[in-house]
């Protein structure tokens, strides 16, 4: 028998780490590859955490029963993301269906593109746009649709790109402070806040984030550059020293989320997909918003009270919508999620 070559090829080595399990993001490669290992993805899941690198639908079965889904409905989901819903839908509309998803990641999407073509969703059924959801008047138009049957937005951040460091929207990973939904374009964090005045800082943590010491952190936190996230994190606990520490991590999360909405413009555009969504659906057609935050939840609550107040809206969800308890105990992210539906008169 001949001796082994050498020169072959090896298998890559697994990551190492210390200890007996990755903490490392980029470690946990049982978790980014789910595929060959399901039960450590379902160890995980069963603990109440999102494995790494994915995300977990909020409230499923409620969002495609809101949206009144049926064999060969047209429509669009705004914030394609890890393709969670993306997938139930496309289950439920299979035939001459179509589904049209729309995400700004340049990094995420086409991850999510080729899920969802493995799982036999082809070019008929199913095509992905990176574009700013704000221009869904725009998309329809190109492709000479007059209406669709339903559009549905889960807003926010996917788990995916908040546990990934390098994507700098965490304060809890030492990463870069960026924070874009697509890094290729506009000011990162870092340079956001460098160029702030006070004034607009205090704005933007009042409206994003209804933090009550906005004016004492806009004071200590405009103008400067921040290293990293942790430089940041470190920057809020230094102007709340003394605080209790319950509230100084609120307020920090509060810093993060107002920070990041600004940098990418997320209530800008948030307007702007309400204000044209009317005229996107069909008579009959059906919307639902999946909202994390007040700031949120209340635009999307006043455009459908006044859609439906001035006839617009045939019918809006007189309450919201919340995760079930067993939903909650099994992914902690869905404890803020409120759904709301519209349907168009």
């Known amino acids: 028998m001949s001796d082994p070559d050498p020169s072959a090829a090896r298998p890559p080595r697994r990551p190492r780490y210390g200890g007996s ?4 993001f980029e470690q946990k490669y049982k978790e980014h590859d789910g595929g060959r290992y399901p039960e450590t993805v379902a160890k995980v899941i069963a603990s109440g955490k999102t494995p790494a690198g994915t995300h977990l639908p909020i409230m499923m079965e409620e969002c495609l029963a809101a949206l009144g889904l049926r064999e060969g409905s047209i429509g669009v989901d705004a914030t394609l993301g890890y393709g969670g819903h993306a997938a139930g ?44 959801y704000a221009g869904l008047a725009k998309v329809l138009a190109e492709r000479a649709i007059d209406g ?21 929207f965490s304060f809890k990973f030492a990463g870069p402070l960026d924070m874009r939904m697509n ?30 010491q906005a004016a004492e952190l806009a004071l200590a936190l405009a103008g400067r550059r921040f290293a990293n996230t942790m430089a940041l994190t470190t920057a809020v606990r230094t102007c709340l020293s003394g605080r209790a520490e319950e509230g100084v991590e609120l307020t920090i999360r509060r810093v993060f989320q107002a920070v990041r909405i600004a ?16 005229d996107c659906l069909k008579p009959g057609g059906r919307t639902v918003f999946l909202t994390f935050h007040s700031g949120e939840d209340r635009r999307v609550k006043k455009a459908f009270q006044a859609g439906w107040r001035d006839g617009v809206y ?5 309450e919201v919508v919340t995760a079930s308890p067993q939903e909650r105990h099994l992914n902690s992210r869905s404890s803020s999620a409120k759904l709301r539906w519209a349907i168009k008169a």
């Open 89 to 132: 839908i496309l289950k439920r509309i299979t035939g001459s269906g179509k589904l049209l998803g729309m995400d700004l990641d340049p990094l995420e999407m086409p991850k999510t593109l080729a899920r969802l073509r493995a799982l036999g969703f082809g070019e008929n059924t199913f095509e992905a746009l990176r574009c700013n």
């Open 314 to 318: 045939s019918s809006i969800s007189e």
């Open 148 to 168: 669709v049957d339903f559009v549905f937005a889960d807003l926010g951040c996917s788990s995916m790109q908040l546990d990934d460091p390098a994507r700098g």
């Open 21 to 24: 399990n990755p903490r490392r």
């Open 263 to 278: 940098v990418n413009e997320e209530f800008t555009a948030l307007d702007g997909l309400l204000r044209v969504l009317p």
């Open 183 to 212: 890094p290729n374009r506009g000011l990162s964090a870092a340079d956001w806040l460098a160029k702030v005045t006070t004034a607009k800082l205090e704005t933007a943590l009042h409206e994003h984030a209804d933090e009550p």
